[in-house]
């Protein structure tokens, strides 16, 4: 998985905070019934509505290593339209996008 150079550093430079981090997560993950690509989602959904560039990608990166489709990550961020608003909303897209494209190594054509 890819890791931004500024989480790398997070990670040597403060260790016992980023496994307090990690250890929080794993322990909200495992606390109830949701499977692993639709908990994926649900937090790509957060990171758009946060509109948080980081989590987005990662999120997306994260929902296609559990299995998510393109498909569903695409409607997950569409769904956030009506609640986020159109300009950001976009801008999720154009993220997702982004690492699906990276991901697959091809250049999706665009609709108008």
């Known amino acids: 998985m890819y ?10 430079q ?12 794993r322990k909200c ?3 109830g019934p949701v ?12 990171a758009v509505g946060a509109n948080s560039r980081g989590a987005v990608m990662s999120g ?7 299995g998510a489709k393109p498909e569903e990550i695409v409607h997950t961020v569409l ?5 986020t608003g159109f300009p950001n909303m976009m801008a999720a897209m154009a993220l997702v996008n982004e690492v699906m494209e990276t991901a697959s ?8």
């Open 3 to 12: 890791y931004p150079k500024i989480y790398q550093k997070f990670v040597k």
């Open 14 to 25: 403060y260790p016992d905070v980023f496994e307090a981090f990690e250890s929080l997560g």
């Open 29 to 31: 993950r495992n606390a």
């Open 35 to 46: 499977p692993e690509k639709y908990q994926n989602l649900i937090k790509l959904g957060i």
């Open 60 to 66: 997306t990166r994260k929902a296609l290593a559990s």
């Open 79 to 83: 769904l956030s339209l009506t609640t």
């Open 105 to 112: 190594g091809s250049v999706s054509e665009e609709k108008p």
